[in-house]
């Protein structure tokens, strides 16, 4: 009998892990990997922090070698091996060997591809003089740090402030490089929504990287031997030494496109939940592929390591046999620079409102990561949405110095299991003086969602600030409210309100703030007992400075 013959397409991410599943359920299976790329398996993800030096040597990025392939899986890699096209009707792929340009067929019985993305490259004046740079493979990031070595570079401009932009900004830092990003968006880390982003451009700044948002690259010039000159499109111009691209990345799909394999409206190949494409022999997992937002239903590219690692094996599974199926993405993401951690998962504002979704709440809290006895405690700023009609759990964003990628981890498996935020409130966390609090940040964001939603604590729509005709109430003390306060607001210190009451409106909505809303809710118990209608403008006076910054006063992402 011959044997099932699997050819996967790209041997990193998606494409290891389905070779190596699939030998892992079936012995008799004749496996082959082909990559273009001198490596296979190699960390994508550790590529910033070898620039940066955090990782010295190379070889620590290579996970897995094509001997280690053969000895432990009997599957055989070829690398330096570009496949240039599928005949669907033959089932053979054509391949170019790159080292002796030998080019041959490759027969199949199942196809998996496995391409992932390309870093975006626009066609700017200049943009291909010596200097500028884009991170995808081991050979790129050898490559940057080669011209840091050798040539000592003092500035350097990072375009674009997603994660990996922002990665490259610590790790250029990190060398001594003075280094300026410039962000086409209005904020960094366009995924986060733009408040939740504020706090990354704050930690950023203060550690002396220049910082231009709202404004794109037009072109770069080089004057003398070394100087880059990077223009914008707003007329600024810095001088570097260097330039990074780092203004995202697009699926590799000539492949599937040529062999008239299905792509979706985002330029991803389209394939089902098992992985498998328009074509019942072909498969395709990774960066390439477009997936379905589990919270909204709408197709996404969302290139990461860990929906790829799923898809490899389900892919694998299903070309076994097997019902196994992937039931789309939630992007948890997490990323961490200059001593802040950004993490987030499920939906965030923007995408609920690009879905057309109303019917949700956000709610923000300023928990610290563990109780503020213990030495060390830094605040987690986080932002839940859940839907106001059941409570369930739809995303969270959470930024801080630490225990930040905690506390997203348990959301996002809260959202996956459809939690509620009633169950948030009664999770049970581990916990410790220098690890929590025995009111864990997750509990927390849950009590306040519940609290609303039972009714015990109104959370006022922060959005409406600057149009509603509530009275605004600052139960603050008096020192923290000469500090800095809401426009309008008027100050009654907590420990007043009892004996001020007479001072408040009975025919109107009281909305009350405090530093970060627990005075603010205590007031709110006690304003609502007595008959009041109170409102708590949830995550306080810390939120209201990120929604409506201190010197134009114009809100950032409300509305
Ligand atoms: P890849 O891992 O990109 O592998 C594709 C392979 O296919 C490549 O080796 C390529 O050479 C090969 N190939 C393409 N076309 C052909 C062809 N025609 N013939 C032969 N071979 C071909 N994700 C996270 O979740 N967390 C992180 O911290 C993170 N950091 C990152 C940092 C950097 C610098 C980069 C570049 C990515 C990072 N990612 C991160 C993203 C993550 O690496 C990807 O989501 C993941 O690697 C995608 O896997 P993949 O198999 O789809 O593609």
Redesign the pocket.
Known sequence: MTKKRVVI?????????CATRLRRMDENVEIVV????P??S???????YYVGNVIHDESKLLLATPALFRDRFNIEVRTH????AIDRAAHTIA?RDLVTGREYNEPYDALV???????ICQPWPGIDLPGIFS???IP??REIRDWIDSRDPRKAVVVGGG??GL??AENLAHRGIAVTIVELANQLLPPLDPEMAKYASQQVESHGVTLLLGDGVSGFERTGSRTLIVRTQGGAAFDADLAVL?IG?RP?T??ARDAGLEIGARGGIRVDSQLRTSDSHIWA?????EVKNALTGKWEL????????R??RAAADAICGRDAHFEGVQAT???GFFGLTVALTGATEKTLRSAGMKDYQAAYLHPNQHVGYYPGAHPIHLKLLFRTSDGLVLGAQAVGESGVERRIDVIATAIQMKATVFDLEELELCYAPQYGAAKDPVNLAGMIAANELRGDMALAPWQELKTTDAYLLDVREPSEFRRDSIDGAVNIPLGELRARMTELPRDRDIWVNCEVGQRAYYACRILTQHGFRALNLSGGFKTYRVLYPAVSNIPVGVG
């Open positions: 397409v790209g041997g990193v991410a998606g494409g290891a892990t082909l990559d273009r790329g490596y296979v190699f960390a994508n993800c550790g590529l910033p091996n570009e496949v240039t391949v591809l496995s391409p992932g993305a390309e870093p991170l995808r493979t790129d990031s994660f990996i990665e490259m780092a990345v590799e000539k492949l997992v990774g960066d390439a592929i969302v290139p990461l390591a860990g929906p790829a690692n898809q490899g993401a997490v990323c």
